[in-house]
């Protein structure tokens, strides 16, 4: 098995021509013709997991958020990014980051996240010009049955494992109709309302983004991880899938950098 053979498993769903201009998705760290024997899955590269990684022997890394974003100028110890890199090379590991590319799949992280509420009726929020039934942004979906705000809300934080949920003013109906978009999707809000759909959550919204759905859609703000974390599952299941006798696992160390104080 090689880091090119796991790259282009993840790749069947998610093409690297579909990630955003501005990504950098892809190998990060080492040769796509490299022998790979254990990999680690996570949504985020640290310090950290690559220490997981060191200790259980694995000689692949694949993550969801690119460790390396924007290019480096130099190696030292100065960030964390360079201490991982510089940490990664030493032992011999390769990076492979999936990013906007799985974003933007059909079968990728906001899918799974609708299936994890029991969304159906799925379809594509924006779908792109070229390939629209493929790729694209966000999902929309339904429930089988319309459900109180609060109810929706109390899914939403149980399926998310989440203590708080960041919401507009309740709008007084019933939720059916759902978009949705792991990560930062405050961009993709028009999409929803011209959708007319009853909810539409997301990440990373801000203050003066609750006020633009006018009453008329509850806007819901899951968390960034919290609503991406399980593109670990997808891409975990998309390799054991292909190649049944491959060691990959789940990192156990924490990635995501937001904790919440609850008032008790």
């Keep these: 098995m090689t880091v090119k053979d796991i790259l282009n498993c993840i790749t069947e769903i998610a093409p690297l021509h579909w990630q955003e201009s501005y ?17 680690l899955i996570c949504l985020d590269i640290t310090e950290a997991i690559v220490d997981e990684a060191i ?13 390396i ?8 110890p100065e960030t964390y990014i360079e201490r991982a890199v510089m940490k990664a090379v030493k032992h011999d590991i390769a990076m492979i980051s999936m990013h906007t590319n799985l974003d933007n799949s059909y079968l990728g992280v906001s899918r799974v996240l609708a299936d994890r509420l ?15 039934e493929l790729c694209g942004a966000g999902m929309v979906g339904e429930f089988d049955e319309p459900m109180e705000e609060t109810a929706f809300l109390q899914r939403v934080a149980e399926t998310i494992s989440s203590p708080c949920l960041r919401h507009s003013a309740l709008t007084g109906r019933k939720i059916q109709k759902v978009a949705l978009c792991g990560g930062s999707g405050s961009p993709f809000m028009p999409d929803a309302l011209r959708q007319k759909v ?7 919204i801000k203050y003066h983004d609750f006020f633009v759905p006018e009453g008329n859609v509850l806007l819901v703000d899951g968390g960034h991880f919290e609503t991406e974390q399980f593109t670990k599952e997808l891409i975990c299941e998309l390799i054991r ?4 006798t491959f060691a990959a696992e789940i990192a156990e160390t924490r990635t995501n950098a937001v904790y919440y104080f609850v008032k008790s």
């Design 118 to 132: 029991g969304l159906k009726n799925l379809n594509l929020l924006q779908p792109s010009e070229s390939e629209p």
């Design 69 to 76: 974003f924007r290019g480096l100028k130099h190696l030292t």
């Design 241 to 244: 899938k292909k190649f049944p």
């Design 23 to 39: 990504d950098n998705a892809g190998l990060q760290v080492g040769d796509l013709n490299a022998e790979a024997h254990k990999a």
């Design 55 to 67: 200790a259980k022997k694995c000689d692949l890394i694949v993550s969801h958020h690119p460790l």
């Design 198 to 204: 009853d909810a539409y959550l997301t990440a990373d």
